[in-house]
């Protein structure tokens, strides 16, 4: 079994700013990890994502974020957000194949001038 | 990425009815996903189809839903009948067309029972 953890409900950042959102995983096999994001009333996109290899994996819009697997976290990060950045934010794990995937609750950035 | 859409985008119905969403594939493999979002309950995985096989329906709530795959592009969420707690956005998605690493979304349907 495997399952997400996404401390952070909500976070407030000012434009221009750096921001991290948190994601922990648990799973007793390999995994691929994920973020998402999710703009209004639209459906879910692909970030990034980590199959293997380099633990830092670079995404789209700027994002980036570090599997580390000995504290089992997957943190988003980005150097300075936009205003247009703000979205409900999702990390999800699966167990080496995108068939299982489980998803976090999720993290609403709250991007503001 | 793998195209995905569905419709209608929108529902409105009332309780009791019937509701059918759509789910098409326009690129990527012949899996395919049905999720539910809502506040609630996060995203939820309501079934799993491979190569038009249900693989995994432990997801779906209870009788009244129902999912078919008739074709390797093509699949329908049916609920019936609906009641307003079926209310959520459902989502259909499929792995990507450059391998099975990768689930890609659609935009979502909408569905209001009042």
């Known amino acids: 079994a495997q399952s997400v953890t996404q401390l952070d409900s909500q976070v407030p950042v000012f434009e221009e700013a750096p921001v991290e959102l948190r994601c922990n995983y648990s799973?007793?096999?390999?995994?691929?990890l994920f973020w998402y994001v999710q703009y209004p009333n639209q459906g879910l996109q692909l970030l990034l994502k980590y199959l293997s290899g380099s633990t830092l994996v670079k995404g789209i819009n700027g994002f980036e974020a570090e599997f580390n697997k000995s504290q089992t976290s997957f943190h988003l990060r980005k150097p300075s957000v936009h205003i247009s950045d703000t979205a409900e934010y999702f990390c999800?794990?699966?167990?080496?194949?995108?068939?299982?995937?489980?998803f976090g609750t999720g993290t609403r950035l709250q991007v503001t001038l | 990425d793998a195209g995905v859409i569905q419709s209608p985008r929108h529902e409105v119905t009332e309780m009791g009815q019937e509701v059918t969403l759509r789910c098409k594939l326009i690129?990527?493999?012949?899996?395919l996903f049905w999720y539910r979002q809502t506040m609630m309950r996060g995203l939820e995985l309501l079934i799993y189809f491979n190569n038009n096989v249900p693989i995994d329906d432990s997801g779906m709530p209870e009788d009244r839903f129902s999912a078919k795959m008739p074709n390797a592009s093509f699949s329908t969420l049916k609920i019936q009948p609906s009641e307003p707690r079926d209310s959520a956005v459902y989502f259909c998605a499929t792995l990507g067309p450059g391998g099975r690493d990768t689930q890609y979304f659609g935009p979502g349907t909408r569905l209001t029972v009042l």
């Open positions: 799973s007793s096999v390999s995994v691929y």
């Open positions: 999800a794990v699966s167990p080496g194949t995108a068939s299982k995937l489980t």
């Open positions: 690129s990527g493999h012949n899996s």
